[in-house]
């Protein structure tokens, strides 16, 4: 069973679109995030949930936002994509009271 | 924002113990340590956490010193298959996420090449 899924695994889009990336865990955990690695392998946080609520939120562009339906889900809008945009991004979630996290396998937005 | 940084590099053998060192200079109170393992086209894996002295489980071992201003991740005996990036990560611990606290930061990953 896969804890953290995210689809779709590869998105190839063009500039001013509009796309979004979903995420779930069935993992019963409290906390969800979304990550940002660029072609240097940085990785950097961009949102996290707890409890459907936004506890962390990074200096990100407004285009985009966090959307989660419940506490097993948390989708990912990007709207007016950029070229800048394009890198794989990374859901991940963490259990109550613990700080581990657990990651997705990550999607790769690629922005022509 | 407590920064991190990690040699962006090392080599090693099979059979050979890897200490890992990351600086996270302006570590706050809260925050707590967390090492990640990262394979190519994967998501980051937990490995160990710690907020002070040493951690030790099946996989690894993390050594914090009384200053905490760095962390040592310790891998007994690499194989081939820890050839991956090792990512620092340093930020608020567990049930003290707040609205605007401290950020999770990421160190910049260190690339183990472990050969033969």
């Known amino acids: 069973d896969t804890a953290v899924s995210q689809t779709p695994k590869y998105l190839v889009t063009q500039m001013g679109n509009d796309k979004s990336i979903k995420c779930e865990q069935n993992l019963g955990h409290d906390t969800m995030y979304w990550y940002k690695q660029d072609s240097k392998k940085f990785l950097k946080i961009m949102f996290s949930y707890n409890n459907k609520e936004l506890i962390i939120n990074e200096t990100v562009p407004n285009r985009f936002s966090p959307k989660s339906p419940d506490k097993a889900h948390l989708n990912l809008h990007i709207n007016s994509l950029e070229l800048g945009d394009s890198a794989v991004y990374f859901c991940a979630s963490s259990p109550r009271g613990r700080y581990e996290q657990y990651f997705g396998p990550g999607t790769r937005l690629t922005v022509t | ?116």
């Open chain 2, 1 to 116: 924002l407590a920064k991190t940084t990690q040699p962006i590099s090392m080599d090693s053998y099979e059979g050979q113990e890897v200490n890992i060192t990351c600086s996270h200079n302006n570590i706050a109170t809260n925050d707590y340590i967390t090492w990640y393992q990262q394979f190519p086209s994967q998501g980051p894996r937990f490995i160990i956490q710690g907020y002070k002295t040493k951690v030790t489980n099946e996989v690894a071992s993390l050594f914090i010193p009384a200053d905490r201003k760095s962390s040592t991740l310790s891998l007994p005996r690499v194989s081939l298959s820890d050839t991956a990036v090792y990512y620092c990560l340093v930020g608020e611990g567990p049930g003290t996420l707040t609205g605007g606290g401290n950020k999770l930061t990421f160190g910049t990953g260190t690339q183990l090449k472990v050969e033969l």
